[in-house]
């Protein structure tokens, strides 16, 4: 089961951090996810980090620089760091664990949490 929590609205050039939980099994071994949807649009690759000890980081363009994501492996947790928001930016966010190295690909992933609001306000 994963817990996404950190939500909320922000005013554009504001900060988020976000966080997702595990339980049941740990989430070092997998990959690592962070998609975000709007309604009446696809859900949207943001950033991954990869498992089993490596954590490389990968980001869609549109958020280098800006968003960072990162693993505790001992609080079973993965964060999302947002930097430098933008109203663009709202969505609901959703963490998602794979067995697959094809990061940017929803379905790919095994597990979702419930996801997590974050508007930006301009």
């Known amino acids: 089961q994963l817990v996404e929590s950190g939500g909320g609205m922000v005013q554009a050039g504001g900060s988020r951090r976000l966080s997702c939980v595990g339980s049941?099994?740990?989430?070092?071994?997998?990959?690592m996810g962070w998609f975000r949807q709007v309604p009446g649009k696809e859900r949207d690759f943001v950033a991954a980090?990869?498992?089993?000890?490596?954590?490389?980081?990968y980001y869609t363009d549109s958020v280098k620089g800006r968003f960072t994501i990162s693993r505790d492996n001992a609080k079973n947790t993965v964060y999302l760091q947002m930097n430098s928001l933008r109203p663009e930016d709202t969505a609901v966010y959703y963490c998602?664990?794979?067995?697959?190295?094809?990061?940017?690909?929803?379905?790919?992933?095994?597990?979702w949490g419930q996801g997590t609001q974050v508007t930006v306000s301009s």
């Open positions: 980090i990869s498992g089993s000890g490596k954590s490389t980081t």
């Open positions: 049941g099994r740990p989430l070092s071994i997998y990959g």
């Open positions: 998602a664990a794979t067995g697959s190295d094809r990061y940017s690909i929803s379905y790919e992933y095994d597990y």
